[in-house]
C-alpha cells in the first residue's frame, strides 16, 4: 500500500511537519520542568534559543501515527511521543560526549558548549523527565525503559566495537538493533498501547519499528561516512575518524580484498587520520563493497517491515502514512 493509493494520505514532509507541531510545545513545556541548571543546555541542544532546527520528529510521528492505527486520537499518545523524544535526545547528548563530536544540527554540542560535566547532567535530566511524563502509564513507562536498556547496551557494544581489531557482521547488526532499532520498535508500541491496539496490533507495530529502525542505522552509518555536513549537521568522516566499527566498515573489512587490508592498516594507525586519509578510507569502504552491502541491507529490512506493517491490521490512511516513514528512513540524505 502506499499514499498516492490512498486518499487524504500525506508525504513524509507533511506527516513530520504535523507530528513536529503537535508534539514541540509538549516537549517544551516538558522541559520546563527541568532543574533550572538544565535548561539552557538543553534548549540549546535543542535549537530554541537560535530558532534553529531541533531534529526531524520521526519519533514522535511514528508515537502519534501508530496510535490513530489502531484507531484512536493522536493527542492520545502525546505524553509517549514525548517520552520518546527525550530519550533520543538523552542518548544523542551522550553520544556526543562519548565519540568527541564537536557539532551537532549545525551547532556546537553540548558538551563543547557547557562542558562534559553538564552534558552529562542534561542527558541524565533528559531520561528522568522522559519515566516522570509515564508515571502514571506503568505499562507505557515499562516498555520505553526496557528500549532504554537495550539502547544502553548497544551503545555500550559499539564502544567495544572501537577497541577491538575484528567484529563481525552478525554481532555488529546486533549492536544496531538495540542501539536504534529498540527505541523505533518502543515508539511504535508505545502509540499502539498509549490508542488501545490488540496485543497482536502492539506486537507487529513493534516488529516493523524495529526493522524499520535497523534500517535506519544502516543508512545513519552510510550517512556517517558519505553524507555532508551541510545537510547532515554531524562532522565530514565523523565515523571513520572516531575509527569506528559501523556497518559499512565491518562489512568492508571482512570482505578479504586488496582494499580491505589497506582500510584496516589505516584503522590499526595509531596517529590520528589525516583529512586525505580519511577521504581515502571512504573510498576503501566503497570498494570493498560497504557501501553497496549497507544499502542492500535497509532495503531488505524496509521489506520485512513492510510485511509487519500488513500484518497488524490497521487503519488504512495511517498504515500508509507509517509505510512512507519507513520508506524515508532508508533514503534520507539528512
Known amino acids: 500500500m502506499t499514499a498516492e493509493l490512498v486518499t487524504g494520505a500525506r508525504t513524509a514532509r507533511e506527516i513530520l511537519g504535523w507530528a513536529k507541531e503537535l508534539a514541540e510545545p509538549e516537549l517544551r513545556a516538558a522541559a520546563e520542568l527541568l532543574p533550572p541548571s538544565m535548561r539552557a543546555p538543553v534548549r540549546h541542544h535543542f535549537g530554541w534559543d537560535d530558532n534553529t532546527s531541533g531534529g526531524k520528529a520521526i519519533r514522535p510521528a511514528l508515537v502519534l501515527l501508530a496510535a490513530q492505527a489502531v484507531g484512536a486520537r493522536a493527542r492520545k499518545a502525546l505524553p509517549a511521543a514525548v517520552a520518546v523524544e527525550l530519550v533520543h535526545n538523552f542518548s544523542l547528548v551522550h553520544d556526543d560526549v562519548m565519540d568527541g563530536d564537536a557539532t551537532r544540527r549545525h551547532r556546537p554540542t553540548v558538551w563543547k558548549r557547557f562542558g562534559t560535566e553538564t552534558a552529562i547532567l542534561a542527558g541524565d535530566a533528559l531520561l528522568a523527565l522522559s519515566a516522570q511524563l509515564l508515571a502514571e502509564r506503568p505499562r507505557e513507562l515499562q516498555v520505553l525503559m526496557t528500549a532504554v536498556l537495550d539502547l544502553v547496551e548497544g551503545q555500550s557494544a559499539d564502544l567495544a566495537f572501537e577497541r577491538r581489531e575484528f567484529v563481525g557482521a552478525e554481532e555488529c547488526r546486533e549492536m544496531a538493533a538495540g542501539k536504534t532499532g529498540a527505541l523505533l520498535g518502543c515508539a ?147
Do not use: M
Not at 196 to 215: D, K, M, P, S, Y
Not at 250 to 274: I, N
Not at 295 to 318: M, P
Open 188 to 334: 511504535c508500541a508505545l502509540g499502539a498501547l498509549a490508542g488501545g491496539g490488540t496485543a497482536e496490533q502492539v506486537r507487529e507495530l513493534r516488529r516493523f519499528g524495529e526493522a524499520a529502525g535497523l534500517a535506519f542505522q544502516f543508512v545513519d552509518d552510510l550517512l556517517g561516512i558519505w553524507g555532508q555536513a551541510e545537510v547532515t549537521g554531524k562532522p565530514v568522516f565523523s565515523d571513520l575518524r572516531n575509527r569506528k566499527k559501523s556497518l559499512p566498515v565491518v562489512a568492508a573489512l571482512a570482505a578479504g580484498t586488496e582494499a580491505s587490508r589497506e582500510l584496516a592498516a589505516l584503522y590499526g594507525a595509531k596517529e590520528a587520520l589525516s583529512d586525505a586519509q580519511l577521504a581515502h578510507a571512504a573510498d576503501l569502504v566503497d570498494q570493498a563493497g560497504g557501501r553497496a552491502w549497507a544499502q542492500a541491507q535497509a532495503d531488505r529490512l524496509l521489506s520485512q517491515a513492510l510485511v509487519h506493517l500488513e500484518a497488524a491490521g490497521l487503519r488504512q490512511r495511517a498504515h500508509a502514512e507509517l509505510a512512507v516513514l519507513a520508506q524515508l528512513i532508508t533514503r534520507r540524505s539528512f
